[in-house]
Nanobody, 127 residues
Framework: QVHLVESGGGLVQTGGSLRLTCTSS????????VGWFRQAPGKEREFVAT????????NYADSVKGRFTISRDKDTNTVYLQLNTLRPEDTAIYYC????????????????????WGQGTQVTVSS
């Protein structure tokens, strides 16, 4: 079992930055691909970024490419999502999710592929 906890959300102005953090108390997270997803009011949860277990493969939604960066630190069982040049349309609850994979497997981008989810952290971008 992997328990995920997100933090780092908040209220920022357009063009601002935030860094979201996803942590687990168990080193088992190092055996998982990890993804960030978001859900705005009235909308379905959507893929934002994913990173493979070995950190060599990342995927980004077209809407965030060039602005967001996903990374991971195996020593601290932590996955980060750096959000730059934020826009009002980035406003959502951001969720961290993980699924156990083999070392070299590409990280999935589908919500349904992930087994473990955090409680989410709110990101609000004011115009």
């Amino acid at each position: 079992q992997v328990h995920l906890v997100e933090s780092g959300g908040g209220l920022v102005q357009t063009g601002g930055s935030l860094r979201l953090t996803c942590t687990s108390s168990r080193r088992a997270l190092n055996e998982h691909a990890v993804g960030w997803f978001r859900q705005a009011p009235g909308k379905e949860r959507e893929f934002v970024a994913t990173i493979s277990r070995n950190a060599r493969t990342t995927n980004y939604a077209d809407s965030v490419k060039g602005r967001f960066t996903i990374s991971r630190d195996k020593d601290t069982n932590t996955v980060y999502l750096q959000l730059n040049t934020l826009r009002p349309e980035d406003t959502a609850i951001y969720y961290c999710a993980s699924v156990r994979t083999i070392l070299t497997a590409p990280p999935p981008t589908s919500v349904r592929a992930y087994d473990y989810w955090g409680q989410g952290t709110q990101v609000t971008v004011s115009s």
